[in-house]
Structures are given as C-alpha cells and as structure tokens.
C-alpha cells in the first residue's frame, strides 16, 4: 500500500549538500514533484515504499493554473525518469569519478484519482535519508510558487550559501563563484549569452521571485577580467517580508506590534540574549540589557543586577523597539535570527555603530 504525503506548505526539505550542487536540469514542475516527494520521506521508510500525493493538493499551493495539467503532469514525470543527476565523486581535482542516476525508479499518474505516485532510485534513497552529514533544510513553500527552474535551483543553492557564510544573521557575503562553474552547476546552455541570457533571463527574473515568494533576497556583484564578466559574488540576506511563525503561518512580523513582540518572544525567551537597551539616550550602551525570561516576561540586566519592569514600562519599552524595528532594516534582520545585540556590540562595532545610528536618527526625527 503506497504511503499517502499530505502536501503542505509548511513541510520541511531537506537535500544532502551534494544534491543541491549536483548538475542536473528538470522542469519547473518536475523541480517541485521531486521536493515536495523528498519532503515527505521519513528515516523509518521502508526501501521498497511507494509514495503518492493528491494532483489537486499540489496544484492549489504551487498555483497552478494550466487547463493542460494532464500533459504538464505527463511531461514532469518523464523527466524525472529520462533525466539523470550527476554527482561527482572524485577525491583529488584530477579524479573526475561520477556516479549518475534518475531520481526515481518509477512513476505513476491515476488520472481519475488524480493521483501521482512515485518508487524512489535505491541509489538516491541514502543522500535523501540523512546518510550525509550535512543537509540544506526549507520549508517547501518557499518554491512552490517560483516559476522558473532556474530560480528553484537558485533558492537552493543561495540558501545553503547563506547558512553557511552569513554572519549574526545578518548577510552573507559569498566568495566569488566563476561564471563557468555557475553555469555547470545550473546546466545552463552554451546558447545564454551573459547580458541577455544569464543576467537578464535568470538572475534578475530570479531576484523578483525570492523578493515576492522566498525567504532569502540577494544582489550580485559582476567580477571582470578585462571587459569581460568572469565571476558572480553574492550578497544574500533574509527577507523580513517572509518570516515564520511557531505555527508555519507566513508572516511579516513588523507589520504591526503584535506580531513584533511575537517575534521578540519566539527569538528571546529563556535563552540570555538580549534584543535592545533600554536607556538609548546614554552614552554608554552596554547598560540596561533587554531580554525575556522563560514565561516571556520583560526584563534588563544592569551589570550583576536583574531590573523589573511594571506592564506601563514595558509596554512603552515594546513601543520604542517595534518603532526602530519598523523604520530600521538592520534591526528587523538582526532579530530575525535572534542575535543577541550585546554580543553584537562586543563583536562587530561597523554593525552595532549602524543600528545606533538608525536609533539616533530615529530620534532626531522625533519617530521614537
């Protein structure tokens, strides 16, 4: 009996690192078939287990629209068992080792039930069960609504680079990455010009999908040897716009006070950091430590001495900080990821000097 995956959005992927710089190319819906069903897969499974999902589910959360969803289905499948992924396995630069493989082992569309169900390759099976050390881990909505495959391997490819290169949560600025490797790794045809194709066709088409559907936003900057564009450095950061909440919902957490002190409870609570100070007019900004205990209740830190609020001080102490959070983009992505600001002070004074000169303007502008 094939084991039944209720799609939702708030299912979390994970793909060993050597998925998700493998070289492979598959269609956008392909791209999405292949997620949410690794998105589904439990430790426990059994090898020969067959797993299925409902078309409709699917269709409703990726947005589709397509009156010829049976071919669009039809197609999706046969990429996933024509078109192989290739990872290599060399262990010097001048091993080139590979082992290739299809994603799945079968692939069945019950048009009446509108059901797909799917075998996964044995070969595929162990980089998709945490037989690897280090994974990439989502939640799928984040590409069920992007359009392009090339964005869908993007988002993958600059996430697993944020986790791994940002700094306080704040950005992360990655090493230059050489215009040859980037098109290997996204088997981009040799036919895409820089300008018109890759720029145009993917990178900036990319950008305006993850500002509307993902997470994470990025810039890149164009490396040249001569006149000729030769290497892509990326600038990725999280998109305030799209945060979660303990419950999966999507939320901007700066829209309203509400969600802010959510936020603020969800990143702080019980754990000794701090998210602000609570006398911004003092000269030295190390005293009055603002942080929330277990119950998520107020309170500050002055030396060894912990400092109670009453409800009217903190409630006027939340209405200074989602202020700042509102009108400052360096807050809102430093208390996204929970980054302790006394830390912050200690360990980068170019960002901490940043956020006490947006708290300083905003003062001068009579905001807070």
């Not at 299925?52 to 999706?76: H, I, P």
């Not at 945490?130 to 392009?148: G, M, T, W």
């Not at 950005?171 to 040859?180: M, Q």
């Not at 993902?214 to 290497?231: A, M, S």
Request: hydrophobic content about 40%; proline content about 2%.
């Amino acid at each position: 009996m094939a084991k039944v995956i209720k799609v939702n959005g708030n299912m979390e992927v994970k793909k060993a690192d050597v998925i998700v710089r493998a070289r492979y190319k598959l269609n956008p819906l392909s791209l999405k078939f292949i997620t949410t069903l690794i998105a589904g897969l439990k430790r426990g499974d059994n090898i020969n287990e067959v797993y299925q999902f409902r078309v409709k589910d699917f269709k409703e959360l990726s947005g589709l629209k397509r009156k010829d969803l049976y071919w669009a289905v039809k197609e999706a499948l046969k990429e996933l068992l024509e078109k192989p992924i290739h990872i290599p396995k060399g262990k010097t630069p001048d091993d080139n080792s590979f082992l290739m493989f299809n994603w799945v082992a079968s692939a069945e569309y019950k048009e009446g039930e509108g059901i797909v169900e799917f075998e996964i390759s044995n070969k595929l099976r162990p980089y998709l069960l945490e037989a690897q050390k280090k994974f990439l881990k989502y939640r799928l909505e984040n590409i069920l609504s992007l359009r392009s495959s090339y964005s869908i391997r993007m988002y993958e490819l600059l996430k697993d680079w944020f986790e791994m290169y940002n700094r306080y949560g704040k950005k992360a600025e990655v090493p230059p990455i050489s215009l040859n490797e980037f098109r290997h790794m996204l088997e981009i045809p040799k036919s895409y010009q820089y300008s018109s194709g890759i720029k145009l066709r993917i990178l900036e088409k990319a950008k305006k999908e993850f500002e509307k559907h993902t997470d994470i936003l990025f810039d890149y900057e164009e490396i040249k040897t001569g006149r000729k564009v030769t290497h892509l450095k990326f600038i990725i950061r999280l998109n305030p716009a799209k945060l979660q909440t303990d419950n999966g919902v999507q939320d901007n957490y700066f829209k309203s006070r509400k969600t802010f002190v959510a936020l603020l409870r969800k990143n702080y609570s019980g754990n000794g950091k701090f998210f602000g100070w609570k006398s911004i007019a003092e000269k030295n900004y190390n005293n009055y430590w603002l942080g929330l205990d277990k119950n998520g209740l107020l309170y500050a830190v002055l030396d060894d001495d912990i400092i109670d609020f009453n409800a009217v001080e903190a409630e006027r102490i939340y209405d200074d900080w989602f202020k700042i959070a509102q009108n400052s983009n360096l807050y809102q992505e430093l208390v996204s990821e929970g980054v302790c600001l006394k830390e912050l002070s200690k360990n980068n004074k170019e960002l901490w000097l940043d956020l006490i000169g947006d708290v300083k303007r905003l003062k001068e502008e009579e905001i807070i």
